[in-house]
């Protein structure tokens, strides 16, 4: 990977609308790097500094909420996914196919 692979990945993160989720996988399909999503969790896990980046919104592909143990707080990824309108039951986003949103590379 080159060295500016979270910074490409935080770039997509950041495109992520108000009131939707996407998936580790769907970033790094958009990055050409579809055998990625691991790292994309990597990146998602080490921008606690970066208040631009809504980590909050990036789930696994089945929209579980993975990695809800990074955020301080026990529920506080859940928390900022219902106040954008998000319900969660069981760490699970309900009908998150309504919710997804599909990454597109703006350059």
Request: hydrophobic share 40%; charged share 20%.
């Amino acid at each position: 990977m080159e060295v500016n692979f979270f910074e490409r990945v935080y770039a997509v993160a950041r495109q992520i609308p108000y009131g939707k989720v996407t998936s580790y996988g769907a970033i790094a399909k958009v990055l050409g790097t579809a055998r990625s999503a691991r790292m994309v969790g990597w990146a998602m896990n080490a921008c606690h500094n970066l208040e631009d980046v809504p980590a909050h919104r990036v789930v696994n592909r089945n929209g579980l909420l993975t990695g809800k143990h990074h955020f301080d707080g026990t529920n506080l990824m859940q928390q900022l996914l219902e106040n954008e309108g998000i319900t969660v039951i069981n760490n699970q986003i309900v009908d998150f196919e309504k919710h997804f949103w599909e990454p597109e590379l703006i350059p």
